[in-house]
Nanobody, 125 residues
Framework: VQLQASGGGLVQAGGSLRLSCAAS????????LAWFRQAPGKEREFVAS????????GYADSVKGRFTISRDNAKRTVILQMNSLKPEDTAVYYC???????????????????WGQGTRVTVSS
């Protein structure tokens, strides 16, 4: 499985960005998907995840109500729509895929076997 993330950039606080991650696997709908982020000097942290059929989502408290994760199984893509961005959202964002992830461990980066290369998001104050 190869994942290619895109859509990062520089935005002012209060602005929006849309991250996209394209997967190169036929059985895309067999994978739970997630976004994680890593700020300089910090550990990688969970942002959001989405179930295989797109019917279930989960968010970190820090982004709840501002970010929305979605997926298009036909296009093999996962999207992270980020609104009302804050300077503390500045990080490299990674998409991840896992075939054995369940909702109870969806926040754990070690549950995911495949990772994209990351896309940088910078939010200025």
């Amino acid at each position: 499985v190869q994942l290619q993330a895109s859509g990062g950039g520089l935005v002012q606080a209060g602005g929006s960005l849309r991250l996209s991650c394209a997967a190169s696997v036929r059985t895309f709908n067999n994978y739970r998907l997630a976004w994680f982020r890593q700020a300089p000097g910090k550990e990688r942290e969970f942002v959001a995840s989405i179930s295989r059929d797109g019917g279930g989502t989960g968010y970190a408290d820090s982004v709840k109500g501002r970010f929305t994760i979605s997926r298009d199984n036909a296009k093999r893509t996962v999207i992270l729509q980020m609104n009302s961005l804050k300077p503390e959202d500045t990080a490299v964002y990674y998409c991840a895929a896992g075939s054995t992830v369940i909702s109870s461990n969806a926040y754990n980066p070690t549950a995911y076997g495949y990772w994209g290369q990351g896309t940088r998001v910078t939010v200025s104050s």
